[in-house]
């Protein structure tokens, strides 16, 4: 559930992620999320370093926004996954994700 080596504890998620990089992919899975940043899995992948855009979706919450993320790390092998960094969430934004993340977990 969690990695104790992060800044922010990481959740296991059920959020859908357009991602717009070098490549567009559209309904994409989170696999995880915390107030840092997001993992997300795919078939393709950027450079650690790349900045990309992120439009998220919260259905339960029926919340949605954009963010601007730079890719943190690349797992270039099965499964194929990648650590995305938020830069700049607002306040509302943070708001969201925390909500989202005590939704799912019962943690505050």
Not at 17 to 33: A, C, Q, R, S
């Given at each position: 559930m969690t ?7 990481r959740?296991?998620?059920d959020v859908?992620?357009?991602?717009t990089g070098?490549?567009?992919?559209l ?5 995880n ?6 993992c ?10 790349s ?7 919260f ?17 270039t092998?099965?499964?194929l ?10 306040e ?8 989202y ?6 943690v505050?």
């Amino acid at each position: 559930m969690t990695d104790s080596r992060r800044a922010d504890p990481r959740f296991e998620a059920d959020v859908q992620v357009d991602f717009t990089g070098k490549d567009v992919l559209l309904f994409h899975h989170v696999e995880n999320i915390s107030l840092g940043g997001i993992c997300i899995q795919g078939t393709t992948s950027e450079k650690v370093g790349s900045s990309v855009r992120l439009s998220l979706s919260f259905p339960h919450l029926e919340e949605n926004f954009e963010v601007r993320g730079e890719i943190a790390w690349v797992n270039t092998e099965a499964p194929l996954d990648m650590g995305i960094r938020f830069i700049a969430l607002s306040e509302h934004q943070k708001d969201v994700i925390r909500r989202y993340i005590t939704g799912r977990t019962g943690v505050s």
